[in-house]
Nanobody, 118 residues
């Protein structure tokens, strides 16, 4: 079983920075892909950034401003968010993909609110 817990969201002015964290526990290893998603009111869940096998990919809307990183020794994943815009306001969710015996499962945290004021 995998548990994910986000923290580090908050309120920031446009142009500012935040660095949400995700603490992972349970049956998870450095080989598991991990990602950040976000959802704004009335909008669909959006993949923001994903890291797997040492590579990272980003949504076009955040490329160059956000950086996903992980500390495998601590089972932590971070999302460094710079040059924040009001449209980045959303609940940000940590996600992990785990494959066990050929069965793939997705796990989610409870989310952390990020609000960017103009």
């Amino acid at each position: 079983q995998v548990q994910l817990a986000e923290s580090g969201g908050g309120l920031v002015q446009a142009g500012g920075s935040l660095r949400p964290s995700c603490a992972a526990s349970g049956s998870i290893s450095s080989s598991n892909p991990m990602a950040w998603y976000r959802q704004s009111p009335g909008k669909q869940l959006e993949l923001v950034a994903v890291t797997a096998g040492g590579t990272s990919n980003y949504a076009t809307s955040v490329k160059g401003r956000f950086t996903i990183s992980r500390d495998n020794a601590k089972n932590m994943v971070y999302l460094q968010m710079n040059s924040l815009k009001p449209e980045d306001t959303a609940v940000y969710y940590c996600n992990a993909v785990v494959s066990t015996g050929g069965t793939v499962s997705k796990h989610w945290g409870q989310g952390t609110q990020v609000t960017v004021s103009s």
